[in-house]
């Protein structure tokens, strides 16, 4: 999969292949809008929508490019073998202001702010939150426009997730109805 349409279906895909739900990281800062995408969709996602999964990074405990490596460690040796879906906002053309991507494989957080930090994730979700070319991009987004994107993406992951356990629920019912059934 590369550059998909984001959906629950999409990632009820993902999710479907993994025998554990996978760890949510939501990367970025509360301090500049921008780049809040990531805490908020980690805030909503626990305080909202109480979704089946470990979530690292919200607005009360961000993962910001200082805390990013110690938060991968944990998570690998806290949640061994589990996939990391990785939450962040990015910059890009003006057109795609707005646009929500979904992608097989890792994300370079900081990249547009000349950051070297390390590939995360497996599956990854950015949301184009300003024109890279803009001055201060980060800073000079509308805080209601960062909240709707992340409550979709939240929204998005809570819907898969929960097709994904009512998906196993009914296979796991007909299992054991085929076994009474015997």
Not at 72 to 80: A, G, N, S
Not at 136 to 162: C, E, M, P
């Amino acid at each position: 999969m590369n550059a998909n349409e984001f959906s629950s279906t999409s990632i009820a895909e993902f999710l479907s292949e993994n025998t554990f739900m996978p760890v949510i990281l939501c990367i970025g800062t509360d301090r500049v809008i921008g780049d809040a995408l990531g805490p908020i969709a980690g805030e909503l996602l626990v305080k909202t929508f109480n979704a089946p999964f470990f979530v690292y990074g919200t607005l009360s405990s961000p993962v910001t490019a200082l805390t990013l490596n110690s938060a991968l460690e944990f998570i690998r040796y806290k949640h061994k073998n589990r996939k990391i879906i990785a939450i962040d906002s990015s910059l890009g053309k003006s057109e795609d202001v707005g646009k929500i991507r979904l992608v097989n494989g890792g994300i370079r957080p900081g990249l547009a702010t000349g950051k070297r930090l390390p590939v995360t994730g497996d599956l990854s979700v950015t949301a184009t939150v300003a024109p890279k070319h803009e001055r201060n991009a980060l800073s000079s987004v509308r805080l209601g426009f960062v909240y709707r994107l992340s409550d979709k993406i939240a929204r998005t992951l809570y819907l898969a997730a929960q097709s994904c356990l009512n998906a196993q629920r009914g296979r796991h019912e007909k299992e054991y109805t085929d076994r009474i059934l015997l």
